[in-house]
């Protein structure tokens, strides 16, 4: 399955230096998650969202790079809990890989490299949740063996 992007595609934690192609992935996520007019990028400060996002020690934002280029991320959230015996649980969030480079197995990567961080934490269970519009990422979960278990809600604020 190697077209290119298995072969020479590093993943690596993000860099505040990330954050304009990390966001241009997430513009691919708008269909499915609208964002709010007045909210553009230009009005970010991206030193006070790296800031709060790299003070956080229970999240991990990794990008897949290849050729110099972000063609994917995924962020990563642990959990602290108090069932099943204290264990934590993870959260997968903003998992995107750009459309011209889906199929190559960079979105396949990435996840793996998500559910590596979770074990290493000692995590019962990893979650996510993917719009009911967004078919072809249901299709992506299920190859990689993941099964829907729940009913999401969201109550968007």
């Known amino acids: 399955m190697d077209n290119g992007i298995v072969s020479n595609l590093v993943i690596r934690p993000a860099v505040k230096t990330d954050i304009p192609a ?10 499915a998650y609208p964002v709010e007019t007045g909210t553009a990028d230009e009005e970010v400060n991206h030193d006070v969202l790296w800031r709060n996002v ?4 229970r999240q991990q934002i990794l990008v897949g790079e290849q050729n110099g280029r972000i063609v994917g991320t995924v ?3 642990i959990v602290p809990n108090l069932g099943h015996r204290g264990s934590p649980w993870a959260a997968v969030e903003n998992v995107v890989v750009a459309r011209d480079c889906r199929g190559r197995g960079a979105g396949t990567a990435l996840m793996t490299a998500a559910g590596e961080i979770a074990r290493r934490h000692g995590c019962y269970k990893i979650v996510l949740s993917s719009n009911l519009s967004r078919r072809e990422a249901h299709d992506f979960y299920h190859r990689l063996g993941w099964r829907q278990t729940h009913a999401g809600f969201s109550l968007m604020l």
Do not use: G, K, N
């Not at 990390?22 to 269909?31: M, P, T, W």
């Not at 790299?54 to 020690?57: F, I, L, R």
């Open 54 to 57: 790299a003070a956080d020690s």
């Open 75 to 77: 962020t990563v959230i």
């Open 22 to 31: 990390i966001l241009a992935l997430y513009r691919e996520l708008e269909d």
